[in-house]
């Protein structure tokens, strides 16, 4: 029933910069009137044009991945938008602060640790954790609480099958996932804006379910720090912040665990996260997004869009109380 | 009292407040406005609005603690300049964020208070720019001054927007907030330190 999506669009379907710039050309009727007197002005973000410099292609490729029918077959954002455009509240908060402040972020060596109630408890190095799974191409729609959405070439292990390798035991009823605790690396951690270690986590059929995987990779290539490397979790019918980055524990336990921004702010941030354009934020209401690079908003879909494989995992739940 | 200094200082200065305005416009022109436009844009004449608008209460204290009465005379192109900023801020909102959609501009302003609190600091703003001119002072006498003592819940109200809207760092809406504290205490410290004097 499902149909895999033709594997040449992928690439190619990357919007040239030059190109998706003479989009907005509303912004530029705008503007035009003063350029005049700015053309001798210097741009004022040196450090987001550095950064949008690199890649894809500085990265090392992943080789040998598989594509899947779960990818959509949408146009991908660009990938200088998705690596200078980050939530990544260790490296700073503002949007590029990651991309700058990660630069020199070290994930070799990488320890990984499953923890918990498992039958096989184990610390790996990151090269020997991810060496027995195949690798998967998993173009998914990516929604942010703060209501932009992009559209993203991920590669990385369907999660299910490291659940079934470690053999959770029956009182494994969630997963947590915890971030790297690095302060010296991680000049953010220096405040605290946020409780540390970034936690998140799952209930296990929703981390079992075919579309959650943990990305190594993006557009072809091993993640940029900016954006989790080593190794971050993405859940693609959930908010984005759900998925933890530059992951070094992943614990089985028995009751839900509490997640950093539920700590930060219970009201507006509850332990499912699931992209629902019927329930506000707070601060945003969600009936609304913008895809980076494009102008005009778009409707927001139940579950990001992934309502037929995700729905049932929320049957009979009130999704206004369990948000 | 058209001494050169002041007037020169003045339009100096001038310039230079607009010159982030013809930054954001060459950046728009040449797309360097981040992945995220809009939001960019719309934090940016956020920040600006409430730097001018700290700027037009650093002046009374200025003139007060140097003697230097000229200065007064950048307040009114100050508080201009903020609301131009302000006004860019509420425009790109009402088009480029909620594409004219009035009732959800309605809903916003209802259900969020910092969006509450960011149109009604807009308002007080509007009602001090348009009754900036000579001819409205002349007109509203004293009430002109009891009219324009509301910039000090403008600028708290712009403050609280700022504090409410971010996520988690509250780091730069606190300095404003420091900023703000020591410009208003100032004023309460000089009200208290004149009634005291005049009752000795």
Redesign the interface.
């Known amino acids: 029933m499902l149909i895999g999506k033709p594997a040449d669009i992928r690439y190619s379907e990357i919007t040239p910069?030059a190109t998706y710039?003479r989009r907005?050309e509303?912004?530029?009727a705008?503007?035009?009137?003063?350029?005049g007197?700015?053309?001798a002005?210097v741009?004022?973000?040196p450090a987001?044009?550095e950064a949008q410099v690199q890649g894809p292609g500085v990265l090392p490729k992943l080789p040998n991945v598989k594509t899947s029918a779960l990818s959509t077959t949408e146009k991908q954002s660009?990938y200088?938008?998705?690596s200078?455009?980050n939530n990544f509240?260790e490296f700073g908060?503002d949007?590029?602060s990651p991309a700058i402040n990660a630069k020199r972020f070290r994930t070799r060596p990488w320890k990984i640790a499953i923890e918990g109630h498992v039958a096989k408890p184990a610390a790996f190095d990151f090269d020997e954790f991810v060496k027995p799974y195949a690798l998967e191409e998993r173009i998914y729609r990516h929604r942010c609480v703060?209501t932009?959405a992009a559209v993203v070439p991920w590669i990385g292990i369907p999660m299910a099958d490291i659940v079934k390798r470690v053999e959770p035991t029956s009182k494994a009823k969630f997963i947590e996932f915890v971030t790297l605790f690095d302060p010296a690396q991680m000049p953010g951690q220096r405040?605290e804006?946020?409780q540390w270690p970034y936690i998140e986590g799952l209930r296990l059929d929703e981390a079992m379910n075919p579309l959650t995987i943990l990305a190594v990779g993006m557009y072809g290539e091993v993640l940029p720090n900016q954006d989790g490397a080593p190794i971050r979790l993405v859940v693609p019918w959930k908010y984005g912040f759900k998925g933890g980055k530059s992951l070094v524990k992943i614990r089985f336990v028995e009751s839900m665990p509490r997640s950093t921004w539920m700590i930060?702010?219970p009201p507006a941030y509850g332990f499912y996260a699931n992209v629902n354009p019927m329930v506000?934020h707070?601060?945003?209401?969600q009936?609304r997004e913008?895809r980076?690079?494009e102008f005009?908003?778009r409707r927001t879909t139940m579950f990001n869009g992934y309502a037929d494989q995700v729905a049932k995992l929320y049957a009979g739940m009130d999704l206004r109380r369990n948000y | 009292m058209n001494t050169p200094p002041i007037g020169i200082l003045r339009r100096a200065l001038l310039a230079a407040a607009l010159?982030p305005?013809?930054?954001?416009?060459?950046?728009?022109?040449?797309?360097?406005?981040?992945?995220?436009?809009?939001?960019y844009l719309e934090n940016e004449t956020g920040d600006w609005a409430i730097i001018f608008l700290i700027a037009s209460l650093a002046i009374t204290p200025i003139r007060r603690l140097t003697g230097w009465n000229e200065v007064i005379r950048l307040r009114k192109m100050f508080g201009l300049v903020a609301y131009f900023y302000a006004a860019v801020h509420v425009v790109i909102w009402f088009t480029?964020v909620s594409?004219f959609d009035v009732a959800?501009m309605a809903?916003?302003i209802v259900?969020?208070?910092?969006i509450t609190v960011g149109m009604g600091t807009f308002l007080i703003l509007t009602a001090l720019a348009v009754t900036s001119t000579t001819g409205a002072i002349r007109r509203l006498g004293r009430r002109w001054q009891q009219l324009h003592r509301a910039v000090y819940v403008a600028a708290i109200g712009a403050v609280v927007h700022f504090w409410?809207?971010v996520?988690?760092?509250i780091?730069r809406p606190r300095q404003w907030a420091v900023v703000l504290t020591l410009l208003l205490g100032f004023r309460l410290w000089w009200m208290w330190r004149a009634r005291t004097l005049s009752r000795s």
């Open positions: 910069r710039l907005r509303f912004l530029q705008a503007s035009v009137a003063a350029v007197t700015a053309a002005l741009p004022s973000l987001v044009a660009a200088a938008d998705f200078t455009y509240y908060t949007k590029a703060e932009w405040d804006i946020l930060k702010e506000d707070p601060r945003w209401s009936t913008r980076l690079g005009l908003p | 010159v305005a013809v930054m954001l416009a060459y950046d728009a022109y040449a797309g360097n406005l981040t992945a995220n436009p809009v939001e480029l594409f959800t809903e916003d259900k969020r208070p910092f409410w809207l996520k988690a760092d780091t």
